[in-house]
Nanobody
Framework: QVQLVESGGGLVQPGGSLRLSCAASGFTFSSYYMAWYRQGPGNERELVASISYTGGFENYADSVKGRFTISRDNAKNTVYLQMNSLEPEDTAVYYC???????WGQGTQVTVSS
């Protein structure tokens, strides 16, 4: 059974940092690109970042470039999203996704507020 489980969300003040994790199971993790999406209040779900099989290629939404970093550990079947300099506009539910297998995680809430 293919499964993605996110963790690491929470409440953080503007300017703060969070690290999200997504643990994958049920497929050969190292054979797939992985991605993070988010959906803020009243917004459509949008791509935040994606990473290639071995992490050699990363892609970011313009809104997060220079602040967020996606990474992966294929030995642990885990993809990460390091989020720095967080802004209230980053408030959203963050989802891990395997686009090729069309599988979503359950999401983790990130709230940026003072």
């Amino acid at each position: 059974q293919v499964q993605l489980v996110e963790s690491g969300g929470g409440l953080v003040q503007p300017g703060g940092s969070l690290r999200l994790s997504c643990a994958a199971s049920g497929f050969t993790f190292s054979s797939y690109y992985m991605a993070w999406y988010r959906q803020g209040p009243g917004n459509e779900r949008e791509l935040v970042a994606s990473i290639s099989y071995t992490g050699g290629f990363e892609n970011y939404a313009d809104s997060v470039k220079g602040r967020f970093t996606i990474s992966r550990d294929n030995a642990k079947n885990t993809v990460y999203l390091q989020m720095n300099s967080l802004e209230p506009e980053d408030t959203a539910v963050y989802y891990c996704r395997n686009d090729a297998l069309k599988v979503w995680g359950q999401g983790t809430q990130v709230t940026v507020s003072s």
